[in-house]
């Protein structure tokens, strides 16, 4: 039997605080810790109707530590990012077909996560967001921090005083300020997947060698993109506990969570 638990405007996702420990258990990342940075498998579906899956880094949720959205950085929300180079081939596909889904898998603890979702592609040459006919507003999806309140008075005051923000360009400054001048020239150079032997790679080598610092990282953010996840239904399976429990969430049209007991 499905049962409802209220999330988002004032609510954490009730999936979220399982799947962040099991993340801090992976990485090793301290708890309370505003930083996740953990594998997954990414999988979208090309134009042929094939699909296809890679290997990805996600950097956590909108919100966190090199996530932040605006200045004052009260606001979050249950959605999980991904950087990437605008010409990987599954920008395309993304744009072409926005339905994806994420695995996680945590071997320390046995579990298992399983995002289907909703993407967007924001790019920092446009500072917005690649066309799709997708009609998702981030800001629909925040909330403020969770904090320590001094009674239920208060928090309700706050709660309806709160503006969730959401600024393109600080999340893009701020995810790509975190990476080294090293990594961050990467994306400056070739779309991945490029022969190694076409004659263009050379080339392309040779006048990047030729940038300055400045010149290199302004040709990177030309190909710096956000991949910007919605989750529709979150499959969380425990084969570590012994009791292999197996729970599912699905995102109602009200931004509530129902979640049922299924079989593993």
Known sequence: MASESKANRGGVAPWRKVFEQAARS???????????????????????KYPRARAVMCRGFVGDYGLEMEGNNRSCGDLLVVNSHLKSPKIEQLLENPNSELLFYFPKTG???RFACKTLVLSYKT???????LDLNVVDFLYEKPR????????????????????????????????????????????????????????????????????????AKENYVLLIFFPSSVDCVNLGAGDDKRLLYKLQ????????????
Request: contains cysteine; glycine residues 4%; aromatic residues 8%.
């Open 127 to 133: 500072l917005d967001f690649l066309k799709t006919d």
């Open 111 to 113: 579990q298992q996560f």
């Open 148 to 219: 320590a309140v001094a009674s239920d008075s208060k928090e309700s005051k706050r709660l309806e005083t709160f503006k969730p923000e959401f600024d393109k360009r600080f999340l893009l400054e701020s995810s790509f300020s975190k990476f080294s001048a090293n990594l961050a020239g990467w994306f400056a150079g070739p779309p991945p997947g490029t022969d190694l032997s076409s004659s263009n790679i050379q080339d392309t080598a040779e006048k990047l060698e030729e940038l300055s610092e400045e010149e290199l990282i302004s040709r």
């Open 253 to 264: 049209d009200d931004n509530t969570w129902s979640v049922s007991s299924i079989v593993p």
């Open 26 to 48: 992976e990485s090793g990342e301290p708890e309370p810790s505003n930083r996740i940075t953990v594998p997954a498998s990414l999988c979208t579906v090309e134009k042929s």
